[in-house]
Each structure stands twice: as C-alpha cells, then as structure tokens.
C-alpha cells in the first residue's frame, strides 16, 4: 500500500503544529510507505501574488503525484477553520475523481462545534465527509457531533499520542514558578487572555518566570507585551525541539494554553506527561483529557481573571498542586501512549 498523506511542513523552523507533529510520528514507522505532500502555508509566509501563484501550482503538483506515484490512499490532515475546509475539498474531490481511496483526519478547528456555519463551508464539509471512504477524529465527543450533524457513520476515533521515551518528570517541590507556553503563537491561542492574566496577577505575586516557545505570526505582538509586563521575569526562547523542548516542560509547574478552539495538542500530551499542570479551556477534545482539579485545571474562554486565579491557585497549593502533577503524568501514561496507535490506524487502512 502507498499512500500520500498531507501535512503542514514537517521543518520546524518554518511552520509549529500539531497536525506536523502528528504526520512526524506516523511516518516515522514505516517511511517508505508514505509519501508526505505538504499542504497549508508556513507561519511567516504572506498571502501574496507569489502565494497565490503557488496555490494554483500546487494542485498541479498534486495531481502529478496521485498520477505517477501508484498512489493507493491518500491521507488528508485536515482542521475545520475557513482555508483548510476549501483546500481540502479540492484535495478530496481531485483524490475521488481519479479512484484514490480517501481517510479524512479531522484535527478539531473553529467550525468543528460552530453551531453555525456559512452555507458554502457546510456544504465543502459535508460533501469531503461524504467523499471520504474511512474518517478519523480525536474523541468519542467530535465523533458523537459529526454523526449527529452530517449523518456519517464511518468514523473511527484515533486519539493523539506521544513518545513516553523522552518525558521525564522532577520532584514538584524542586520547580520553581515558572510557567510555560510552547506553540504557534497567534492570538487564536489565547495569548490576549495570557497577558491580561499575567496584569491582574502582578497585583498579586512577581514570584513567577514565564517562558513562551514557539513561532507564528503574531509573535512581535506579543513578545513587547511580555517585555513591557513582565520584564526580566519573562524570556522567548523561539523554536524548541528534542531535549530542548522537554526540558523546559519538566522544569515548568504550569502548561498554559487557554484558546478559542482546538484538536487534541499534542504540546499539552507532552506537557502533562512531565508532570506539568495545564490551564486549559474545555474545547475540542481537551475537555476529554482534563479532568478539573484532578490532572489540570478548566478555565473559561475569554476569562483572565480565571487564568490568574487558576495559577494562583497552583502557586499556593503545594500539596494540591503535587496531587494534580501526579495524575497529569499518569494519565498520559495510562491513555496516551504511542505504542497502539500504529496498530490503529493500520486497521482503518485494513478497512479501505
């Protein structure tokens, strides 16, 4: 079997994403078997001529591939926000027209739970999940949704995973309060809440450090903002990745990601598995991992005054905080191990 699969680029100095990371493991099995075509712009990449030149050539290129490569299957990575939910339809429907079996991977978005959706995005959507021989998502709640909402029954929950080999955790007694984003930085993230948060708490405490990782376009932003608040209690560490990457999540005591919408990040899978408590906002799937007050803690969207108490909260609660670390790290361990995930997916290939 050959298949091509989509994803942002893999190079992680151009483009941070969770659909990335997740093709980077999946490919990593068996790489001859795949063929990656990359899909989607890189992070600092404009919306030019030149790019729009490049989407014309780019399903060029597509076609060419899916024409000359034996191509059996094609693997769409996709997320339910305006630009994927177009590209992807012409992906899908271009993969129907020349008889290429076809698994749709959702990976959450802003229309995956929308309850309302402009007529032309509903009908890309319902008809790719209509094209779509086998479709995959990240919890039993997206599957439960696009069931009730598109009449499909063909879905196949496959949830994120990661590596356990490299999560390392540190006795919670030896951190310090530092708190850590690591992602693209772009406001959808949350990060207007962050800095608001991170004002109302300077009324409260300065004892605590915060290190943002990552690349995105709203990056000078926010980088003045943290600089202007925080000062030397505040550092960017850009693009991080290998130990690099989990030594900053082991030395961390908070995991902030408060944004409007996700998948299943595969940042906070990592995050927690090094015993590093998240604030989260219960979108996507993230509402199926966090449990509140047990291995994290649930904030509301669009509240800063949530997100300061909730690290306060953490803060001044040694043995509550300890308790919440503990299972943050065992529940990776118990639920989000890799080792089953290829045998997973290999099955839904089986079933094509």
Not at 10 to 19: A, E, P, W
Not at 185 to 204: T, Y
Not at 285 to 313: C, F, Q, R, T, W
Request: net charge positive; charged share 25%; aromatic share 10%.
């Amino acid at each position: 079997m050959r298949i091509l699969i989509t994803s942002p680029s893999l190079d992680i100095n151009k483009n941070i994403s969770g659909i990335s990371s997740v093709v980077a493991n999946i490919i990593k099995w068996q790489r001859d078997k795949y063929i990656v075509f990359t899909s989607g712009r890189s992070d600092n990449e404009k919306r030019d001529v030149k790019w729009l030149l490049n989407q014309f050539f780019f399903l060029i290129r597509y076609i060419k591939i899916l024409r000359v490569s034996n191509i059996n299957v094609v693997h769409i990575n996709s997320a339910m926000s305006e630009l994927s939910i177009i590209r992807d339809y012409f992906l899908i429907s271009i993969a129907k027209i020349l008889r290429k079996k076809i698994v749709l991977h959702i990976h959450g978005g802003k229309y995956l739970f929308a309850s309302h959706k402009p007529i032309i995005l509903k009908y890309f959507i319902q008809d790719s999940l209509k094209k779509s021989d086998q479709i995959i998502v990240l919890s039993e709640l997206e599957r439960d949704n696009i069931k009730n909402k598109f009449n499909v029954d063909n879905i196949n929950i496959l949830q994120n995973c990661i590596e356990l080999n490299h999560a390392k955790t540190i006795p919670f007694e030896d951190k310090k309060n530092v708190i850590v984003f690591l992602g693209r930085i772009v406001k959808d993230k949350g990060l207007n809440e962050i800095v608001e948060a991170f004002r109302l708490l300077n009324k409260k405490t300065n004892d605590f450090f915060f290190e943002l990782c990552g690349v995105g376009p709203d990056f000078a932003i926010y980088d003045n903002l943290f600089n202007e608040l925080l000062g030397n209690r505040y550092k960017y560490n850009g693009v991080v990745n290998g130990s690099e990457k989990w030594d900053f999540l082991k030395n961390a005591k908070i995991f902030l990601l408060p944004s409007y919408y996700e998948g299943l990040p595969i940042s906070l899978l990592e995050a927690m598995s090094t015993g590093c408590i998240p604030i989260v906002t219960p979108v996507g799937s993230i509402k199926e991992v966090i449990k509140d007050e047990y291995n994290g803690i649930i904030v509301n969207k669009y509240a800063p005054d949530e997100i300061m108490e909730a690290i306060l909260h953490i803060i001044k609660n040694q043995q509550v905080a300890e308790y919440m670390a503990l299972n943050a790290a065992l529940t990776i361990k118990e639920r989000f191990n890799i080792l089953n995930y290829k045998e997973q997916l290999n099955k839904i290939y089986d079933c094509l």
